[in-house]
Structure formats: C-alpha cells, structure tokens
Nanobody, 120 residues
Framework: QVQLVESGGGLVQPGGSLRLSCAAS????????MGWYRQAPGKQRELVAQ????????NYVDSVKGRFTISRDNVKNTVYLQMNSLKPEDTAVYYC?????????????WGQGTQVTVSS
C-alpha cells in the first residue's frame, strides 16, 4: 500500500518561506512523477509543481515560477517543495501526488494534505 506523508505546512507572513516534505513509503522511482497540488476554498485543485523521478525534469504553474522549487532526495524517498516569497494567494491545502502510467492506465496516489496559510 502506497503512503505519502506530508509535513511542513503552517502559518507564515507574506514574503516568508516554507518547505513542504512528502515522504513516500517506498522508492520514489516506483513512480513516474511526483508533484504538489493545491486547493484553495471554492477553487479547483491545481498542479503547482511536478518532478519526473527519473531524470529530474521539473515544471511549474506560472504563478509560482521563480518562487517555488521542487526537488527530490532519492535516499530518503522524499520530495520537497521550497516556497519563497509567499503571497496571500498561495494560501491553500497542499497535496502531495505521485503517479504511474502503465500502458493507458494512470494511477494516482495522494497524501492527506497540509494547510499553508499566508497572512499578516
């Protein structure tokens, strides 16, 4: 059973930083990609950042480019999201995601979510 355990959320002032962690129960290379989604109240869940586990290619939603960095630690089976220059509009529940693609079937795994609140 795949488990993704998130940590690192909290309350931070605008302009501050937080680092989210997502620890996988097994090797991150068992997934094709891992990423972070977020969902603010009344809004749809959106992909914030993603990393391809083999090769390390990354992509980001435009609103966080230059401020957020996704990275992985292969030894710790953990993916991180470093969030700098946080804005109130970054406030949301952040979810860790991992997925595999086998032929035409995509399987998604989700963490429980961690709240990030940016407020003065």
């Amino acid at each position: 059973q795949v488990q993704l355990v998130e940590s690192g959320g909290g309350l931070v002032q605008p302009g501050g930083s937080l680092r989210l962690s997502c620890a996988a129960s097994g090797s991150i290379f068992s997934f094709d990609a891992m990423g972070w989604y977020r969902q603010a109240p009344g809004k749809q869940r959106e992909l914030v950042a993603q990393i391809i586990t083999t090769g390390g290619n990354t992509n980001y939603v435009d609103s966080v480019k230059g401020r957020f960095t996704i990275s992985r630690d292969n030894v710790k089976n953990t993916v991180y999201l470093q969030m700098n220059s946080l804005k109130p509009e970054d406030t949301a529940v952040y979810y860790c995601n991992a997925h595999t693609i086998r032929r035409i079937t995509t399987t998604n795994y989700w963490g429980q979510g961690t709240q990030v609140t940016v407020s003065s």
